[in-house]
T-cell receptor, first 115, second 114 residues
Framework: DADVTQTPRNRITKTGKRIMLECSQT?????MYWYRQDPGLGLRLIYY???????NKGEISDGYSVSRQAQAKFSLSLESAIPNQTALYFC??????????????FGPGTRLTVL | DQQVKQNSPSLSVQEGRISILNCDYT??????FLWYKKYPAEGPTFLIS?????DKNEDGRFTVFLNKSAKHLSLHIVPSQPGDSAVYFC?????????????FGQGTRLTINP
């Protein structure tokens, strides 16, 4: 079974709809992240959480919100989807190692299309 | 402002030859660098990393070189194999500043031709 799972894998929705993307992990990591990938722009950080009570905005948080329901679950919501939120969304996790490597482990991605 | 830049969107290399992917950064606080590989319909997977205290790190066919004075790193793949065809992202972090966030480049699509 995959260590980091994302649901749904594909979603088509209409402008103005509320959408939730879910991420679950079995790696036991404290830190979780949401990124979006756009052609020519690489991966950009939307939100990140270093534990259940910690939520931080990333580079491009406007129009998004998150919820860390448990150590293993981190959800991303688009309250009112707009077409320029069409992108590939990735969840990632990392372990807490003070001063140590910061390798992040990624889920398979969710392809979101907003019409 | 793009702090990590991969200026080549694509690269085509013949099988068996060396592939060299480049990455430049602007933030002098970055002290830890990673390369990720991404296949279609999959998430990025970690490939190799390097700390700023080193100038080279090698893992099998993959070697990463870091030139701190030029704020430049490169990934060498030798010999290149068809399975290496993927998008490669470089990423950087200011680990010494307590930041565990990664800043990614735009990616380079590598195609290995038989």
């Amino acid at each position: 079974d995959a260590d980091v799972t994302q649901t749904p894998r594909n979603r088509i929705t209409k402008t103005g709809k509320r959408i939730m993307l879910e991420c679950s992990q079995t790696k036991g990591h404290d830190r979780m992240y949401w990124y979006r990938q756009d052609p020519g722009l690489g991966l950009r950080l939307i939100y990140y959480s270093f534990d259940v009570k910690d939520i931080n905005k990333g580079e491009i948080s406007d129009g998004y919100s998150v919820s860390r329901q448990a150590q293993a679950k981190f959800s991303l919501s688009l309250e009112s989807a707009i077409p320029n939120q069409t992108a590939l969304y990735f969840c990632a996790t990392s372990d807490l190692i003070a001063g140590g490597p910061i390798e992040q482990f990624f889920g398979p991605g969710t392809r979101l299309t907003v019409l | 402002d793009q702090q990590v830049k991969q200026n080549s969107p694509s690269l085509s290399v013949q099988e068996g030859r060396i592939s060299i992917l480049n990455c430049d950064y602007t933030n002098s606080m970055f002290d830890y660098f990673l390369w990720y590989k991404k296949y279609p319909a999959e998430g990025p997977t970690f490939l190799i990393s390097i700390s700023s205290i080193k100038d080279k790190n090698e893992d099998g066919r993959f070697t990463v070189f870091l030139n701190k004075s030029a704020k430049h790193l490169s990934l060498h793949i030798v010999p290149s194999q068809p399975g290496d065809s993927a998008v490669y992202f470089c990423a950087a972090s200011a680990l010494g500043q307590g930041a565990q966030k990664l800043v990614f480049g735009q990616g380079t699509r590598l195609t290995i031709n038989p």
